[in-house]
Nanobody, 121 residues
Framework: QVQLVESGGGLVQAGGSLRLSCAAS????????MEWYRQAPGKQRELVAT???????AYTDSVKGRFTISRDNAKNTLYLQMNSLKPEDTAVYYC???????????????WGQGTQVTVSS
C-alpha cells in the first residue's frame, strides 16, 4: 500500500503565494506521473498540473505562468508552488500519483486526502 500526505494549504490574500507538498510512502518501486487536481465548491474536480518521471510538465491554461509543479524523486515528494494567487484558485487541492510497487506488478493510482486553499479578495 501507498500513503500520500498533503500539506501546505491555508488562507492567503489575492496576490500571495502558497506551496503545497504531497509526500508518498509505503511500497514504492517507482513513481511515474504525478499530478495536482483541485475541486471548487459546486464544480467538478479539474486537473491543474502534471509532471512525468523525466521532468516534463504540463499545466491547465488558467495557472500557466503562476504555478510550478516539481518533484523530489529521492523523497518521493510532489510540490506545487502557487504564486499570484486569485480568488478563483480557491479549492481543495488533491495530489494523484501513479505508483509501481513491484517489478511484476502493474502501476496503481493513489490520491491524497486533499488540502484546502482559500484566496481572499
Amino acid at each position: 500500500q501507498v500513503q500520500l500526505v498533503e500539506s501546505g494549504g491555508g488562507l492567503v490574500q489575492a496576490g500571495g503565494s502558497l506551496r503545497l507538498s504531497c509526500a508518498a510512502s509505503g511500497r514504492i518501486l517507482s513513481i511515474n506521473f504525478m499530478e495536482w487536481y483541485r475541486q471548487a465548491p459546486g464544480k467538478q474536480r479539474e486537473l491543474v498540473a502534471t509532471i512525468f518521471s523525466g521532468g516534463t510538465t504540463a499545466y491547465t491554461d488558467s495557472v500557466k505562468g503562476r504555478f510550478t509543479i516539481s518533484r523530489d524523486n529521492a523523497k518521493n515528494t510532489l510540490y506545487l508552488q502557487m504564486n499570484s494567487l486569485k480568488p478563483e484558485d480557491t479549492a481543495v487541492y488533491y495530489c494523484k500519483v501513479n505508483v509501481l510497487a513491484s517489478r511484476s506488478g502493474v502501476p496503481s493510482i493513489y490520491w491524497g486526502q486533499g488540502t484546502q486553499v482559500t484566496v481572499s479578495s
